[in-house]
């Protein structure tokens, strides 16, 4: 505990604390709204943070971008290659994948919101319950079952 | 200027050793195949034949990692860690074997439900995305590298939404069954990705039997923690451990017969392999944390699970809710197993994986093929089907009986060993017993809601205007080969017995090492 | 015929060629700077889907029917599962590149990794392409005339 207050602690990692509280933002929103494309939204929050995250952790101190110093015909000088520092690539790859994975999610996503809006005529997920509800109730007078021994 | 001196010697590789690669490379190409030949008729074919041929694969790995050891293939020729590779040994060629056979035995069955139960233009969609599930899932279980198990999680993730939300051509509900399955399940694979950074952090590596060594050097520090947490989180929300289960009974009881018959009996094995993996090939079960994991967390939550998901499944009054309420009661067993953290314990969880698929296969497969004759599920739509339909509530009646874990059937063994092997730790601490207790007294329960279908399949009077007649061949042919597997296995226990507890011996190992790397197969 | 939106129209018709260009020029240039597959292949999705905006869905279902978008999809995944199994039929692993240049490895992973990305960027351009299709291909809740 004593760490959160020492200043070159916070400074040092306060990226983290910044990826921390869009993360929650994120999820808050996926919780709280009931609007379904807000919590696409949410979602998509969320998953930025996440993708920071990631980047931040490939910064090397001094890293410059890792990219060889190749002229055109492919020749490499080898002397300029010492003593470069190169940030890792790692991490950005992935997050390229997960972005994509993202977009995926987010089309589908909002593939199934216009179904739902077609079928429901409504977006809001506690209007889209109560509809629901009914229907389960119907179903279950509809098909109430004759030997309810246990209920 | 070719300089021969520059360039290392090179074997050729035969078609046996890309069998690692084959079986997640055959459905992966299926799947576009299928669409760009666009074809009605060409879709379903396609789809059994490579189907069939990824099990022939399964077994022919199987065939090879039975005694132990491991086969590594190398993606690229670029060798681990830098590299991807796909390592199989006896766990994976296990649940590759599972799940191969549970999707090529689905597909005759799916051939007639699916023409009933989705409009035609959107069949050859629908194999496409069906084999894209397959590949996610293969994929899942035969890699070796953490991110890759992402990548194929959210493409069996994506392909599953979608083929959910087919069921909406019944019932709208399925629209927001694969909703909500969307969000909840890309915040627990977004989860495992968080956990996956905070792993990679620490270590800076992504191959799994690396990670293995490295958190095995460093010991137990914040971030290795944390990585746990997260990594258990978002994947107990793919497996539908207690808390995190709440999709599952909306989109098994939404979506297409056809889809919940492959649903059931592979996707959350496969993401709870993905959980034991983690838990015990990257995480070694000796650090403290992983052991008070498992005991404080997993075993309430199993035992939770098991109990209320199966008295929920008592009162219900359709027979497909009442199976997906029935599914997260077996999770239970399944992950009970694994927080009993003994051998036994760990080959009852990885039998049970295997029994619990056969049967949930096949009580879904019946429930298609009443769905299919009647148009619903609810009991009082089916009742008194026993005798108009013999054959296929013989086969619900063999698939139940397997589920409850009647001795001669498969899942006898893993419910027996799941005992044994919480009485084995009675010794060190007597909660055991209570936990012994426990999965009799959930196994009682299950009897009342399988009893429950037996009563009204067999001993009520059928609709008096019902038209059912007995399913068509080409449900019935899949339904009976799955419970003469279900009868098979009860009956002579020793292939799965071996095969399980040698995989658990397996995991119970620890860390994969990277110490063996004369036998990848990689350039050198 | 449309004709209100005329600055539109006209910048739109100018754009259209530069964009499909840049992103050709992206998807090539890959292993100098950033670039590669997926970003081309949204780049050149873009350039259908401003014309379709602009002019209508149908001027641009003329020039890029639904039904091939659908076939291009699918062929860009096999071209690069594609170069995969060639990879594979020459004897090496799946994907090593190598196998192209046994004797100049570099070039053979340059030859490979542009193979790939090319399938990659087929593939992307196709599927949002066909993401706008379906999603501007709904019957709309107002007709265009109340808008």
């Given at each position: 505990?004593?760490q959160?207050?020492?200043l070159?602690?916070?400074?040092g990692?306060?990226h ?6 869009l993360?929650?933002t ?7 709204k009931?609007?379904l ?7 998509n929050?969320?998953q930025?943070s ?9 910064k090397?101190t001094?890293?410059?971008?890792p990219?060889?110093?190749m ?5 490499v000088d080898?002397e ?12 950005h ?6 972005i994509v994975?993202?977009i995926?999610?987010?089309s589908l996503g909002?593939?199934?919101i216009?179904?739902?809006r ?5 977006i809001?997920e506690e ?6 509800q ?8 509809k ?9 | 200027m070719?300089?021969?001196a520059?360039?290392?010697?090179h074997t050729?590789r035969?078609l046996?050793d890309?069998?690692p690669l084959?079986?997640?490379l055959?459905?992966?190409c ?6 760009l ?5 060409l879709?379903w ?11 022939i694969i399964?077994v ?7 005694e ?8 690229g020729g670029w ?5 991807i590779?796909?390592r ?5 060629a296990y649940v590759?074997?599972?799940i191969?056979?549970?999707g ?5 069955f799916a051939?007639?439900?699916?023409k ?9 969609l ?10 996610g ?5 035969a890699t070796?590298d953490?991110?890759?198990?992402f990548?194929f ?5 994506l392909s599953?939404?979608?083929?959910v939300?087919?069921g ?6 399925a ?9 909840m399940?890309?915040?627990?694979a977004?989860?495992?990705?968080i956990?996956?950074g ?10 799994m039997a690396d ?7 460093q010991?137990?520090?914040r971030t290795v923690?944390s990585?746990?947490?997260f990594?258990?989180v ?6 539908a ?5 709440l999709?599952?009974p ?7 017969s ?11 094995k496969?993401?709870?392999?993905v959980?034991m993996?983690?838990?015990?090939s990257?995480y070694?079960p000796d ?5 008070n994991?498992?005991?404080?967390i ?6 939770i699970a098991?109990f209320s998901a199966?008295?929920?499944?008592a ?8 199976l ?12 009970l ?5 003994t051998e036994?314990?760990?080959?009852a969880?990885?039998?049970h ?10 009580l ?13 599920a ?9 005798r108009?339909?013999?054959l ?7 698939g139940?009986?397997s ?5 001669g059937?498969?899942g006898?063994?893993?419910k027996?060993l ?13 909660l055991?017993?209570?936990?012994s207790?426990?999965i009799?007294?959930?196994?009682l329960?299950?009897?009342v809601?399988?009893?429950?279908v037996f009563?009204?399949?067999?001993l009520?009077e ?5 038209t059912?007649?007995?399913?068509p ?6 339904m ?13 226990t020793?292939?799965?017995y ?7 011996l397996g ?18 | 015929m449309i004709?209100?939106h ?9 754009l259209?060629?530069?964009i499909?260009?840049?992103?050709l ?12 597959g ?5 780049i050149?999705?873009?350039?259908f ?9 149908e001027s641009?279902k ?8 659908h076939?291009?999809l699918a062929?860009g995944?096999?071209?690069?599962a594609g170069?995969?199994?060639?990879t594979?039929?020459?004897g090496y692993?799946?994907?090593d ?8 490895p570099?070039?053979?992973?340059h030859w490979g990794l542009?193979a ?7 593939t992307v351009?196709?599927v949002?392409v066909?993401?706008y299709?379906?999603f501007?291909?709904?019957p709309?809740?107002l007709p265009?005339?109340?808008?």
């Amino acid at each position: 505990m004593g760490q959160l207050f020492n200043l070159q602690f916070l400074t040092g990692h306060i990226h983290y604390l910044l990826f921390i509280i869009l993360m929650m933002t994120g999820l808050f929103i996926v919780v709280d709204k009931t609007n379904l494309v807000k919590k696409i939204i949410g979602l998509n929050i969320f998953q930025a943070s996440v993708f920071m995250f990631y980047v931040s952790i490939g910064k090397v101190t001094g890293g410059t971008a890792p990219i060889f110093p190749m002229d055109d015909k492919y020749h490499v000088d080898k002397e300029a290659l010492q003593g470069i520092v190169y940030s890792n690539p790692l991490p950005h790859v992935l997050i390229l994948t997960a972005i994509v994975v993202g977009i995926a999610t987010t089309s589908l996503g909002l593939a199934l919101i216009i179904r739902i809006r077609e079928s429901f005529n409504t977006i809001d997920e506690e209007d889209i319950l109560n509809i629901e509800q009914e229907m389960t109730r119907d179903d279950n007078n509809k098909h109430r079952d004759v030997a309810e021994g246990l209920t | 200027m070719a300089n021969t001196a520059l360039v290392a010697e090179h074997t050729a590789r035969t078609l046996y050793d890309h069998l690692p690669l084959l079986q997640v490379l055959v459905p992966f190409c299926a799947a576009p195949l299928i669409v760009l030949l666009g074809s009605r008729r060409l879709a379903w074919p396609l789809a059994f034949v490579s189907s069939a041929v990824a099990l022939i694969i399964s077994v022919m790995l199987m065939m090879s990692v039975r005694e132990g050891g491991y086969i590594s293939y190398t993606m690229g020729g670029w060798s681990p860690p830098l590299g991807i590779e796909y390592r199989i040994d006896t766990v994976n060629a296990y649940v590759l074997m599972l799940i191969s056979a549970i999707g090529t035995v689905v597909l005759p069955f799916a051939y007639v439900s699916v023409k009933d139960e989705i409009p035609s233009k959107n069949h050859s969609l629908f194999y496409a995305c069906w084999m894209l599930c397959l590949t996610g899932l293969l994929g899942m279980v035969a890699t070796g590298d953490a991110f890759n198990v992402f990548v194929f999680l959210e493409i069996s993730s994506l392909s599953t939404y979608v083929l959910v939300a087919q069921g909406a051509a019944r019932d709208r509900r399925a629209l927001t069954a694969a909703y909500d399955y969307l969000i909840m399940g890309t915040i627990g694979a977004t989860f495992f990705v968080i956990g996956l950074g905070m792993l990679y952090m620490a270590t800076g590596t992504l191959n799994m039997a690396d990670l293995a060594d490295r958190i095995a050097d460093q010991g137990a520090n914040r971030t290795v923690r944390s990585g746990f947490a997260f990594i258990v989180v978002g994947l107990g929300l793919k497996v539908a451990m207690f808390p995190l289960h709440l999709w599952l009974p909306k989109a098994y009881t939404f979506a297409p017969s056809a889809v919940t018959v492959f649903l059931s009996a592979t996707a959350t094995k496969a993401a709870l392999y993905v959980l034991m993996r983690f838990i015990f090939s990257v995480y070694h079960p000796d650090f403290s944390f992983t052991t008070n994991a498992l005991e404080i967390i997993f075993l309430p939550l199993a035992i939770i699970a098991m109990f209320s998901a199966s008295f929920i499944a008592a009162f219900q009054i359709n027979f497909k809710r009442m199976l997906a309420y029935s599914s997260i009661a077996q999770v239970g067993y399944m992950l009970l197993g694994i927080a009993i953290l003994t051998e036994t314990g760990l080959t009852a969880a990885l039998l049970h994986m295997f029994n619990h698929g056969l049967a949930k296969a096949l009580l879904f497969m019946g429930v298609g093929a009443l769905v299919l004759r009647t148009g619903g599920a609810f009991y009082t739509q089916i009742s008194g089907l026993g005798r108009k339909m013999p054959l296929t509530c013989g086969a619900i009646v063999v698939g139940g009986l397997s589920l409850i874990g009647v001795p001669g059937t498969a899942g006898f063994l893993s419910k027996w060993l799941l005992v044994q092997a919480a009485l084995e730790r009675v010794s060190e601490n007597s909660l055991f017993l209570l936990v012994s207790i426990a999965i009799v007294l959930s196994s009682l329960l299950a009897v009342v809601y399988v009893w429950r279908v037996f009563e009204v399949l067999y001993l009520r009077e059928p609709n008096p205007d019902s038209t059912a007649t007995e399913a068509p061949l080409m449900m019935l042919i899949p339904m009976w080969i799955l419970a003469g597997s279900c009868l098979w296995f009860g009956l002579s226990t020793d292939f799965l017995y071996d095969i399980a507890n040698q995989a658990a011996l397996g995991l119970l190992d620890g860390s994969m090492g990277m110490l063996d790397s004369n036998k990848t197969l990689g350039v050198e | 015929m449309i004709f209100h939106h005329l600055i539109l129209r006209v910048v739109t018709k100018l754009l259209v060629g530069t964009i499909i260009l840049f992103a050709l020029y992206v998807q090539f240039h890959g292993d100098f700077s950033p670039g590669g597959g997926f970003q081309a292949g949204v780049i050149m999705a873009v350039a259908f889907i401003l014309y379709g905006i602009v002019f209508s869905l149908e001027s641009v279902k003329k020039v890029f029917p639904e039904w091939l978008v659908h076939k291009i999809l699918a062929l860009g995944v096999l071209i690069y599962a594609g170069t995969g199994i060639a990879t594979m039929l020459l004897g090496y692993d799946f994907l090593d590149y190598d196998a192209f240049a046994p004797l100049h490895p570099t070039h053979g992973q340059h030859w490979g990794l542009l193979a790939i990305e090319f399938g990659v960027g087929v593939t992307v351009t196709g599927v949002m392409v066909a993401i706008y299709y379906a999603f501007a291909g709904r019957p709309p809740s107002l007709p265009d005339e109340d808008w």
